[in-house]
């Protein structure tokens, strides 16, 4: 079957190319605006979502990116953490998918601007641009995963991606 035949699937790789195309001319500067940075940042991120998603509905298969968006483990001195050896450990690895409707984008915004600040990170803050950006900036910022590392686990990395998506998946079943 070609591209053609599907057109769930072209019309979001088309779309996929040409929020590639934008991005790179807006990064192709020296110096990008920021507003134009994350705005082709984010919709890459949207685009990318929706091919994901016209492939997952059409065969189901998954995310064929590997989109990590949280800066790199870095210690104090900013060199990339080695993970330590993990010999025998068993390896856990959750996957899956939240959807979210957003109701007040206001009071989120808020609420990611005050959690933000709360982290030390508050200098994000003003780049929000959108729901999904702030969404994908607390994620990047708030460790989840500490309250179990405290208990026996060892964050092994991630790869996250939170951006505005065109349906739920409770309006896909």
Known sequence: MSVEENPDIQAAVRLLIQTLERHARV???SN????????????????AVAYADAVMNHNGWGHPFNLEFADEATTDGGQEETPPALGEAVRLSVEGRWDF?????AAWSDYVAARLAELGAGDCAPDLT???????????????TARFTAHGLRDGG??????????TLAEEI
């Open 101 to 105: 409707y957003v109701e007040d984008s």
């Open 130 to 144: 959108g729901p999904g950006y702030a969404l994908r900036e607390l994620l990047a910022h708030d460790d989840f």
């Open 158 to 167: 991630n790869a996250v991606f939170a951006g505005e998506v065109e349906r």
């Open 32 to 47: 990008p605006a920021p507003p134009d940075a994350v705005t082709a940042e984010d919709a890459v991120r949207a685009a």
């Open 27 to 29: 990064m192709a500067g």
